[in-house]
Nanobody, 120 residues
Framework: QVQLVESGGGLVEAGGSLRLSCAAS????????MGWYRQAPGKQRELVAA???????NYVDSVKGRFTISRDNAKNTVDLQMDKLKPEDTAVYYC??????????????WGQGTQVTVSS
């Protein structure tokens, strides 16, 4: 079994910062791509940022220059540093990872989600 546990959401004023963290645990052999998605009320879930095992990152245009994704392969964690937050960043943020388990099967896993609310 594999679990992704997120932390770090909350309420912040526009222009402020938050840092989200996600830790993967369980029968893990290797974690390939990791990422953060978000879903605002009435909208589809969208990819915010992703990072490969080698550290290459990509971002949705709306967060470029404001958000930074990073990972620690030794700790099986991925973080999302969010700066200059805007009200339109308000959403539930989900951690996602492509993980190879000890059963030699790769599957996609999701965290439970953490709420980020940015007040204007």
């Amino acid at each position: 079994q594999v679990q992704l546990v997120e932390s770090g959401g909350g309420l912040v004023e526009a222009g402020g910062s938050l840092r989200l963290s996600c830790a993967a645990s369980g029968s893990i052999v290797r974690i390939n791509a990791m990422g953060w998605y978000r879903q605002a009320p009435g909208k589809q879930r969208e990819l915010v940022a992703a990072i490969t095992g080698g550290g290459s990152a990509n971002y949705v245009d709306s967060v470029k220059g404001r958000f930074t994704i990073s990972r620690d392969n030794a700790k099986n964690t991925v973080d999302l540093q969010m700066d200059k937050l805007k009200p339109e960043d308000t959403a539930v943020y989900y951690c996602n990872a492509d993980i190879l388990t000890i059963f030699m099967k790769s599957s996609n896993y999701w965290g439970q989600g953490t709420q980020v609310t940015v007040s204007s």
